[in-house]
């Protein structure tokens, strides 16, 4: 009696069988793939010309402001004066927290600069993000494996679950300060008084609990499809040799779901690091629930050349978690989305 | 004769135990199960019945706790539409459909021919390509709006319609290429090459074949991209107008009769519709939708 | 298995932008000051203007506009309407200004942009040729619109904090702050919070921790415009506040409170003082859920000796320097001014008047009966910081304040921290 069980009678989602183009492959394939790169680069063109304006032009230019000193004020006559270069200034004030002195210079950031933010805005937005998409994963595999069973109304439930995905997270956010209010409807129910949005745990949990709520539909519906691409009968078979529940789960269900499992994880990771409108309306920001994005948009309005290095920052940290994601963790989204589709069965 | 009578039920007797013990735990799970269905449908939909509650509720009892609806008016939805405050939620409302129509237009129109290619064709830098448009959908909102905040500004497009499309498309167009590449994946375009074995011509075989084949996928694509225009709110909240501003951020500014007044009866109300319709396609197409969303992922 | 490689793209466009950027690519830029010659310019310009302001909710401009356009065919005010949202509007201003657009004469704005956009050069100073009579306007309302010595707006309409207060227990309202913490014995005895303001931390704080400084003596930013924290007045302030925080004379949950929570605490007969705009005073009177309609008394915010000195709300008039036609503006803006113009302003919108005259006028208290009280408050009242970089202040002033008052940081700390985030950001960032 084995607990070893093999899950190769399933073929890996992820594998996905042979990269299959139509016309299948032969002899020619050479000049076929240079035919066929000729109208792919004009049916392409329009995408990638149109990305190239909405997203390249922005990240160029955001780096080029953010090498400019923001306009400061004259002293003499109290009015405006252009900024000229910075240099990479704008980067060292956010990095290592320096603002500019009165004297001249620059001093370490007193606490009620947005440049004293820095740091923990950043720790704000991983704590956010780690804790959200780790209850979220939990909770989704969760409904995710009670979706999976037959039982009746479970299309009401599943139904149910993609309601808080479709309200827009500006509507869940008012919706969850008007319950989290001090009068509100959360503390009467479980007969609290806590002030949700006075100090700084209530706060970043209530941030938690809305962000929980309104996205792990979405984690729970990408492991529901993974999970139903895993054959009745490797469970039967497993049950058969006596494997327990939990064997059932760590040996069969964790690695047959694990390559959707990782490109979730990965899109609600990068989705939780640009967080925004959810502590932006339910909280202001306040007791440390200012993230990154926040935090820019906090800066936009004192001075855009440093508000663009900050983005830059941003989009850089962003980048390499993704970086670190799929390098190493093995989220191999263009490997998913790039395999034909042909495992499904 | 006796005794083999008293084994046999004897026998029997542990079988129907045993058929019970088995009945029982099947109970216990199938109990288990609609139990914890319970708490799914709880935590879904609590909320969001707190929101209609609300909506419903007089203005004067905006705080009553009661679960069950009290106080029961129509008057929010009245004043959810009511511009004499400075709220135009109606044209709020237009506003977010007409952005979300442009939007999902503009990306289909171009994404469907990159779909195409990226599902069908054979070439050099496939994935290179592809990665590119993956890396498009992930990039933050933040690191868009500075420099376009500063460049609206200085070109005069601040509070513009454009203003507000062109940068939703960045995040919907990516979207749109990576849904309808998976479903063009999935697609029996062996279908196509037999119409043509049969006469048809190859213009004939896309009309007739393969457009009613596409034709689901790509409204399916369609809901999810004006889904996702239609919850935007970050870009919206800074480079948007009294006149063009979606519903996201007329609900998040909503003001009430007084400076300072937060009418959270009216914003309910506002919520309640803005979600409604939203709910309604979610649940028709439900299906589809849960098929685009998890597109890519599992293929 | 394939090396994704989607990280490249990305990659090249930084490298590329990097590149760019070394050869010195514009962009950049933003704000330039001066504004000198283009306010010297059109000072006798006459001819058809644009007048801009939020939203006109309770439909006050648009008849004055059309009242104005029968007197002056030739001059006539077209009237935009901007949106009700401070920062859109703020926005507005902004790009049509920087683009030097002379399509926008006569602009409505808060008093706290007012310094902002007279330091970018924006806005007409009322001197020589354009100068205003402000000597029958409140002192305080004529400060806000007062940058550098020069006055660069019209004050309009204003408003300033008062005290509600339960009249069925207490008799007298209080004078000082002291008197009104001696009262708490009471609210505790009823069993209800004693004070409560907006603690939030959003511009309400800045609003009531500026009151709570000014009206013990101190001030959050002298004449110069430089921070002036470090005082025993400022200190003194805000240990009121901080004070009666950790006593429990402010209810915990006033931490969370913005203008609408306080109400709500005050109206459902859980509050005894309460500091807010006048605006509450018609929903606490008349909701129906109100347990405070017959109960509610109104005062001058408590002070030191007397009564405290208020933050003062409200917008100002000023002409863009880019205006061709600004001797109409000048007339335009004098026009919105008047007596007369208040006293419609007061009666229609219940916007509070920049005229002290008219806080005696019977009809009007009839209206709205808190006037003699706003009247002491405004008079009292110190505008929230006149500086271009209120922003900054205002954050400064709210990171700092909040700590404080919830005794997580020391009073002194939090002072000292937010005259050096003043004094960093007045150094230009």
Partial sequence: MSTELNPTPVKSPASGGSPVHHPPKGVGEDNRIATQGRWAAWLLAPTVIALGIVIVYPIISAIVMSF?????????TGLFTQGGSAGIQNYVNWLAQQCSAPGGGTVACPPGTLGGQFWSATATTFFFTVVTVALETVLGFWMAMIMARTFRGRSLVRAAVLVPWAIPTAVTAKLWFFIFAFEGIANKLFNTTILWTGSQWPAKWAVIIADVWKTTPFMALLILAGLQMIPAEVYEAAKVDGATAWQRFRLITLPLVKPALMVAVLFRTLDALRMFDLPYILTGGANNTTTLSILVINQIRQGFNSAAALSTITFIIIFLVAF?????LGANVVEQSGATGKGKK | MTT???????LRARQDKGRRAAQNREKWAQGRTYLSAAIILLWCLAPAYWMVVTAFREVGFTYDTSILPTHVTLDNFNTAFDTSFGNRFGQALLNSVFIGVVVTAISLLIGVFAAYALARLNF?????????????????GVALITPLFQLFTNIGWMGTYQALIIPNISFVLPLTVYTMTSFFREMPWELEESARVDGCTQGQAFRKVIMPLAAPAIFTTAILAFISSWNEFLIASQLSSDATQPVTVAIANFAGAQPNQIPYTAIMAAGTIVTIPLVILVLVFQRKIVAGLTAGAVK | MKTPRFLLPAATAGILALTLSACGGGGGGGTTGGGGSDADANLDGRGPITYVQGKDNSNVVRPLVDKWNAAHPNEKVTFKEQTDQADQQHDDIVQHFQAKQSDYDVVDVDVVWTAEF???????PLKDKMAIDTSAMLKPTVDSATYKGTLYAAPQTSDGGILYYRKDLVPTPPKTWDEMMGMCSIAKENNIGCYAGQFSKYEGLTVNASEAINSAGGSVLNKDGKPDLNTPEAKAGLENLAKAYADGNIPKEAITYKEEDSRQAFQSGKLMFLRNWPYAFNLITTEGSSAVKDKTGLAALPG???PGASSLGGHNLAVSV???NKATALDFMKFMTSAETEKFYATQGSLAPVLGSLYEDQELVAKLPYLPVLKTSIENAVPRPVTPFYPAVTKAIQDNAYPAIKGE???ESALSDMQKSIESAGAGS
Avoid: E, H, N
């Fill in chain 1, 68 to 76: 400019q000193k923001d306009a400061g004020l004259d002293p003499a």
């Fill in chain 1, 324 to 328: 670190i994601f799929v390098r190493f």
């Fill in chain 2, 4 to 10: 083999a009578t008293a084994d046999a039920s004897a």
């Fill in chain 2, 124 to 140: 050099r830098g496939k994935y290179l390509v592809l990665g590119f448009i993956l890396g498009a959908s992930m990039f933050p």
């Fill in chain 3, 118 to 124: 007279a330091a970018k050069g924006w806005l007409q």
């Fill in chain 3, 304 to 306: 030191k000796d007397g």
């Fill in chain 3, 322 to 324: 880019y205006s061709k």
């Fill in chain 3, 409 to 411: 940081k020391s009073v």
